[in-house]
């Protein structure tokens, strides 16, 4: 091993969400000297608006820290900042693939997590050296000693070396470095001077075109060099290499061992698969690297605009936000209440919230979501299967002979005060329990849970019950045969396919009535009797009417004949129920957010 190679050190921090990952960032980056005093600020890698207002990080960041030890000795660290979020579970599989170890950040009131627990599993199943980080050792309800004992039984991982640390005051922060360099392992020794690297992360800039992040494993990467993607074979000049100190740098070449950007001149970051490998065209190798899973939205709904006429304006959006977010997919699709929308594909609800959220504000779109839905697979007489993304596209059911539904692998972790609760709710939303084990005082549930329930509202009602202690995360399972139907939302007898869903059949006459009980709420008085029905094939299964408005036809006659008064409200009566078969009502788009918020 070349001794520059034996003194960088490849890493990222993983964590549950709110564990203090990006405040730990900023305490190695300032005592890096990466930025100056002047130029730091909170959750220096979070770069996005809306990741500093939740808190929360939705991209892997990367940065390149210049560490001197107390013997004088010069390192290279290559620090990734990953999401701790369930739904960004992707960005940080992506982001270890490029590590050789991690800091696992373990909050030291709080104990392990649900998330603390996935992301383990992924360090280990990527074969990294793991150096576990107690947090928030300043805080008064800190228990290192306890919180140790949990890891311990937990994960099975030995916590005694565990480094006691606060993001926040930044004692610790001198140890937890010199572990890094003592304890993390260097990148391999190249075999071959061929160039190799993995293609990581890719986004757009409006000045340079397509940025690539990239870890390169063997030769070097220089101006002007020739690289070749090997998925398909293309061949693009590299005009401008560099690496985040956390400012763009630029540099003359990226060696083996090291992480840094690369600009070719690409265009769309289509042409740039994410888990790539990128070689040198003039002397390519053969075999590409193992690279990772492309991500696969779990989650679909459709994006209508409030004021059709900006549809152009939606497009154009969707495809800059997929530049910078190759997890998310989209394609047209028409309805007939709604008018011209997208089709989008999500990683789950926090994915699809940030994806409207930002469509908004950069944009400036007023939206409307569908309700959310997830890839059925529907099994035909003639043999035949399809996917379903789309409930309106639901086939009709004297063709169907089966339909499978994703399932998920749970695991809740929570207070013994709120199992109950917790296992009351995962038997309402057709849990199977695979297990229930006690650590200390709290719960592990392993639970198989259709994704369907957990994508509606799931989360929220498992954060209410247990007065937000619960902590949950899950991963695709299988999928399962179940008795499905598709609830049809028909008012003044016209199918409004934005409204309809598909759910167990035993869950759809209650799901039916709440939803024609909010819109008779919602939808404003019409001159006709305005009939709402929710149905299953041709069956209604409830109904609700809106009554007509009213005015007083009669108000002129002042006493006479009845029979003038009669004859007048049967003409009244005759013009609404022609009113009712040629009227077209007018459905404001809110009607559509607040049917949809269904408890």
């Not at 693009?236 to 083996?256: H, N, W």
């Not at 994915?351 to 529907?378: G, M, N």
């Not at 009709?396 to 929570?414: C, F, L, N, Q, R």
């Amino acid at each position: 091993m070349t001794k520059a190679l034996s003194r960088i050190r490849n890493f990222a921090i993983i964590a549950h969400i709110d564990h203090g990952k990006s405040t730990l960032a900023d305490r190695l980056i300032q005592h890096c000297d990466g930025l100056s005093d002047r130029e730091m600020r909170e959750q220096v890698l979070d770069s996005m608006d809306i990741e500093r207002e939740r808190g929360i990080t939705i991209k892997a960041q990367t940065v390149r820290l210049k560490y001197t030890d107390h013997s004088g000795r010069s390192w290279q660290l290559n620090l990734l900042d990953t999401p701790g979020h369930v739904d960004f579970g992707y960005e940080v599989s992506r982001s270890l693939s490029a590590c050789e170890g991690v800091l696992l950040i373990i909050d030291a009131s709080q104990g392990v997590e649900a998330q603390t627990l996935a992301n383990t599993y992924i360090a280990v199943d990527n074969s990294l050296e793991i150096i576990l980080v107690l947090n928030k050792i300043d805080l008064p309800a800190a228990e290192p000693d306890r919180v140790r004992e949990e890891i311990e039984n937990v994960i099975g991982i030995d916590a005694s070396t565990a480094i006691e640390t606060s993001a926040k005051t930044g004692a610790g922060v001198t140890e937890l470095l010199e572990a890094i360099v003592t304890r993390l392992p260097a990148p391999s020794t190249p075999s071959t001077d061929q160039l190799c690297a993995l293609l990581i992360d890719s986004w757009y800039d409006s000045y340079m075109g397509v940025v690539m992040l990239v870890r390169v494993y063997s030769g070097t990467i220089k101006k002007n060099m020739k690289i070749r993607f090997l998925a398909d074979g293309t061949d693009y000049r590299v005009e401008q290499i560099g690496i985040f100190t956390p400012k763009a740098t630029a540099m003359d070449s990226l060696s083996a061992g090291e992480i840094g950007y690369v600009v070719a001149g690409i265009k769309t970051v289509s042409n740039c698969r994410i888990g790539d490998t990128l070689t040198q065209a003039q002397n390519p190798i053969t075999t590409p690297l193992p690279g990772f899973k492309p991500s696969v939205p779990v989650v679909f709904c459709g994006l209508f605009l409030q004021d059709s006429n900006n549809f152009p304006t939606l497009r154009e959006a969707l495809k800059k936000l997929a530049l910078n977010d190759s997890s998310f997919s989209f394609e047209g699709e028409t309805s007939p209440a709604l008018g011209f929308g997208m089709r989008c594909g999500f990683l789950g609800l926090l994915h699809l919230e940030i994806i409207r959220e930002r469509l908004e504000r950069e944009f400036d779109l007023d939206l409307i979501t569908t309700a959310p839905s997830v890839i059925y697979k529907i099994h035909l007489r003639n043999g035949a299967l399809m996917d379903l993304h789309n409930p309106s596209n639901f086939p009709d059911p004297a063709v169907i002979e089966s339909i499978d539904e994703p399932w998920t692998k749970a695991t809740i972790m929570v207070p013994e005060a709120y199992v109950g609760p917790v296992l009351t709710l995962c038997a309402e939303v057709r849990g199977v329990q695979e297990s229930l084990e006690f650590q200390a005082s709290r719960a592990i549930v392993r639970y198989l849970l259709p994704l369907n329930e957990v994508v509606f509202n799931f989360h929220d009602r498992l954060k209410s019950i247990s007065r937000g202690y619960a902590s949950f995360d899950y991963e695709m399972f299988d999928y399962r045969r179940g008795e499905l139907v598709k609830i049809a939302i028909l008012i003044n007898s016209d199918p409004v396919d934005a409204l309809s869903m598909i759910v167990h059949r035993n869950e759809a006459e209650g799901r039916g009535r709440a939803i024609c009980e909010k819109l008779k709420d919602l939808i404003p008085r019409q001159m006709f009797k305005v009939p709402i029905q929710a149905t299953i094939g041709g069956k209604v299964i409830a109904r609700e009417t809106v009554a007509a408005m009213r005015k007083d036809v009669t108000a002129k006659c002042y006493g006479g004949d009845v029979t003038r008064k009669r004859k007048l409200l049967d003409k009244q009566k005759k013009g609404k129920e022609r009113m009712r078969q040629f009227g077209k009502v007018e459905i404001p788009g809110k009607v559509f957010i607040e049917a949809l918020k269904i408890d």
